[in-house]
């Protein structure tokens, strides 16, 4: 008799413990977080190693942290196209699980706005998760041997040769800006090197000017300020009004000071709300609402999070200014989009000679 209640005892208890595992089961599955033990795969527009590189790396260890789950970020490269090689492939081909994060460029926003023929996305139907690199001050700066030194000087010469990587690069359309709102007379683009052979080529008596960031004006290149071999003759502050830091370029005038029209200014609003979305995150339509809101709120904590502070200042020598996914929103709804200032603004990105400027 004791063996047959001990046997039924041990029975009991081996139901109860089975019928607590199959009511917790799902609740312990549930809590489970999505991307524990998963991949997600981190789309870069831009090369490995460049600044657009380096922004994105200093972010990657932090929103692993802040992801629940912590999963492994594999970064794969597809530059192109300004950007829109990877924003095509996001749009078009990535599955929208949740588990492909896109790291565009700026080139990605242009494209669209200005109806370039390789577009096969819609920028609203991109879902985004915030924005970094908004600070992106860039300077026009030349030779000081080579004359141009003063606006008189620089206005009345001709065929003055400005360094820039491929007709439509940012900095090749960035220096036509330049010279178009400083009035300069048929400047010769000489394309073809990539950003940092554009220095040596200076350096070289092979161009006069060039376009630079003024980040990299300091970090690659203090020597050209330190013993006065270049002058720069204007900025354009991206945010606009945040000065840089150093005293010698904070004083510079700024491009919207040479503005005699409200078509310059909206030109030049253009310009800097094309670069002022900085390089945007994205996940292609589709992806599922619960896995959209976690990576929402990661990365709103990781641009928080003083570790990525530190990290990407860092890296890239510049001030960390991330927007979240409704700043940038509301930053690409206030892009002018009337059809001449784009008009425009094509004319600058391309090989055509410089348009006309009129007086007023």
Same mark, same amino acid.
């Given at each position: 008799?004791?063996?047959? /209640? ?26 489970? &977080? ?26 990657? &260890? ?16 597809? &530059? ?36 370039? =023929? ?16 908004? *600070? ?13 030194? #003063?606006?008189? #000087? ?14 439509? /690069? ?23 090197? #990539? ?35 270049? /002058?720069?003759?204007?900025? !354009? ?39 002022? =979305? ?33 990290? *990407?200042?860092?890296? =890239?020598?510049?001030?960390?200014? &991330? !927007? ?37």
């Amino acid at each position: 008799m004791e063996t047959k /209640h001990r046997l039924k005892i041990i029975m009991f208890t081996v139901f109860l413990l089975l019928a607590q595992w199959i009511v917790l089961a799902p609740t312990a599955l549930a809590q489970t &977080p999505f991307y524990e033990g998963k991949n997600v795969l981190l789309l870069s527009g831009t090369d490995a190693g460049g600044a657009g590189d380096l922004r994105t790396r200093a972010v990657i &260890p932090v929103l692993k942290k802040h992801i629940p789950g912590h999963p492994n970020i594999v970064v794969q490269y597809m &530059p192109g196209a300004g950007g829109r090689k990877a924003a095509n492939h996001m749009y078009k081909s990535v599955r929208p699980d949740g588990l492909t994060i896109g790291a565009m460029i700026t080139g990605m926003v242009q494209g669209t706005i200005f109806g370039e =023929t390789d577009v096969l996305y819609e920028l609203d139907k991109f879902i985004y998760l915030g924005s970094h690199a908004r *600070y992106a001050p860039y300077g026009f700066l030349t030779r000081k041997a080579a004359g141009f030194n #003063t606006r008189e #000087t620089l206005t009345a010469a001709r065929g003055v040769r400005i360094g820039a990587p491929a007709v439509g /690069h940012s900095l090749y359309t960035m220096a036509r800006l330049f010279a178009y709102m400083l009035d300069m007379k048929e400047p010769r683009l000489v394309t073809g090197y #990539t950003p940092r052979e554009i220095d040596f080529a200076l350096e070289r008596n092979e161009i006069d000017a060039r376009v630079s960031i003024l980040d990299s004006l300091l970090t690659r290149n203090a020597h050209w300020l330190d013993k006065d071999l270049v /002058h720069v003759h204007a900025t !354009i502050d991206i945010p606009k009004g945040f000065k840089h830091a150093d005293g010698r370029l904070a004083k510079l005038p700024e491009i919207e000071s040479f503005a005699r029209s409200n078509q310059d200014r909206r030109l030049i609003q253009l310009f800097r709300g094309a670069r002022d =979305t900085g390089q945007p995150f994205v996940l292609p339509p589709g992806t599922p609402a619960a896995q959209v809101k976690i990576l929402r709120e990661a990365m709103r904590k990781a641009f928080a999070d003083p570790e990525y502070v530190k990290a *990407y200042e860092k890296l =890239t020598s510049e001030p960390a200014m &991330p !927007i979240t996914w409704e700043e940038f929103e509301a930053q690409l709804r206030e892009l002018p989009r009337e059809a001449e200032i784009i008009d425009l603004f094509k004319k600058l990105s391309s090989p055509a000679p410089l348009p006309a400027r009129p007086s007023r």
